[in-house]
């Protein structure tokens, strides 16, 4: 039976300081608008953080079949432009990969998946993630939460492992 687990951000690097922030770092470890969230300002490409998650522990003990990026954001509709792409770098711990969505009209989860990036635990472990914002003229993006989703399998079970003696 697969299982689901969720690795909300527990850190953040000041690598890109360009969004506004609101609260106290790192600003994304739970939805808690508008207590704790970042805004993208007007302009083009406007990055922010470079954030981390905690270790899984899991290597070895399962199987990791799908891995996904969720961003809990709102987007402001700019006029002329429509609603505001977000781009969001994914590092597997040695080179990045970058993801382009439109963000929603209302709150609501942005799935990114990664699983095809992101296909070990080691890879997990040492996944980070920045945002960027593509253009954003009059429009805006505000980001209340960022996590890693993490499906997994077990590792088979032998009758060895349980203790049968045949």
Same mark, same amino acid.
Do not use: H, K, P
């Given at each position: 039976m697969p299982t689901t687990t969720y690795y909300y951000t527990n850190d953040r690097d000041t690598t890109y300081q360009? $969004?506004?922030?609101?609260? /106290?770092t790192p600003y994304l470890s739970a939805i808690d608008y508008p207590v704790n969230y970042i805004i993208a300002p007007d302009g083009r490409v406007k990055k922010e953080g470079i954030w981390d998650f905690p270790n899984s522990g *899991? !290597? +070895?003990? !399962? /199987?990791l079949n799908n891995v996904y990026v969720e961003v809990y954001c709102l987007g402001g509709e700019d006029p002329d432009l429509g609603m505001p792409s977000l781009k969001i770098y994914v =590092? #597997?711990? &040695? /080179? $990045?990969? @970058? =993801? &382009?969505l439109t963000t929603p009209a @209302? $709150? *609501? $989860?942005l799935i990114f998946n990664v @699983?095809?990036?992101? +296909?070990t635990w080691a890879k997990l472990d040492a996944c980070q993630v920045y945002? #960027? +914002?593509?253009?954003?003229? *009059?429009? *805006?993006? #505000?980001v209340d939460c960022l996590r890693l989703r993490a499906v997994s399998t077990p590792a088979a079970v032998t009758r060895k492992s349980m203790g049968f003696i045949f």
């Open positions: 360009q $969004w506004g922030r609101i609260g /106290t *899991s !290597e +070895n003990a !399962e /199987t =590092y #597997d711990g &040695s /080179t $990045w990969q @970058s =993801y &382009s @209302s $709150w *609501s $989860w @699983s095809a990036f992101i +296909n945002l #960027d +914002n593509v253009l954003i003229v *009059s429009g *805006s993006i #505000d």
